[in-house]
């Protein structure tokens, strides 16, 4: 499943919520930035029965923790695809055990996988996690993607091919493009970006100077 909606649509509830729904499930959320499992792991933890771990290269070699990974401990594993496909944490993929309790591999931030395949090569290996594990479902979270991001998408995680794609609205309307021509000697200035703001200063200035209603007094 693949789900394309727009910034706090409220794509993480997914991740979030089912092994909460699933007792004794685990999922594995693959994320771009360390800053964003540290505010997921924050936040999970606060809901009754979520155990979440985000495991990073500075506590993966912590002792005990892989074989509790292992056992099923956490609920929620955040992780980089960097780390999913190191031999550190291929003997946790190959764990029968832990295979067992997986019910959900998470790919946030979808479109990543096509923008930063070329610097970060490990997101065109992520099938070689989806093989190990099998039957395991995978899903999508991202709020933009056209066709040649997820033509490759598909070849670097190889989604079933009934797969299913669930596009929402992602219009912003609180955002606008604006072009505007500047003059071959400013480039260097900064006047030359005044036409971005010029139209939403009148409009502000135009608000402010707009009198109150007049409230009349009886004497």
């Not at 979520?50 to 912590?62: E, G, T, Y």
């Not at 490990?122 to 056209?146: E, H, I, M, N």
């Not at 955002?175 to 400013?186: A, H, P, R, T, V």
Request: charge should be positive; glycine fraction near 4%.
């Amino acid at each position: 499943m693949i789900l394309i909606a727009k910034i706090s649509f409220g794509k993480s509830l997914i991740p979030q919520a089912i092994p909460l729904l699933l007792p004794g499930k685990v999922i594995i959320c693959i994320l771009p930035l360390n800053v964003i499992g540290e505010e997921q792991v924050e936040k999970v933890a606060r809901l009754p029965g979520a155990k979440p771990i985000h495991i990073r290269a500075d506590n993966v070699d912590q002792k005990g923790l892989l074989v509790s990974v292992c056992q099923g401990a956490y609920t929620h594993i955040y992780i980089s695809p960097e780390l999913l496909i190191s031999p550190k944490f291929q003997m946790v993929l190959r764990n029968f055990a832990f295979r067992n309790h997986v019910t959900l591999v998470v790919v946030d931030e979808l479109h990543l996988v096509h923008d930063w395949e070329k610097f970060r090569k490990s997101y065109a290996q992520l099938f070689t996690v989806k093989l190990r594990l099998g039957t395991v479902p995978w899903a999508g979270l991202t709020a933009t993607c056209d066709e040649m991001t997820m033509q490759s998408i598909d070849q670097a995680i190889r989604f079933r091919h009934d797969r299913k794609l669930i596009r929402t609205d992602v219009d912003r309307p609180e955002i606008s493009i604006l072009c505007g021509w500047i003059k071959q000697k400013e480039f260097r200035s900064f006047k030359s970006l005044y036409f971005i703001t010029k139209g939403a200063s009148l409009t502000r200035a135009n608000e402010i100077k707009e009198p109150a209603p007049s409230i009349s007094k009886r004497r």
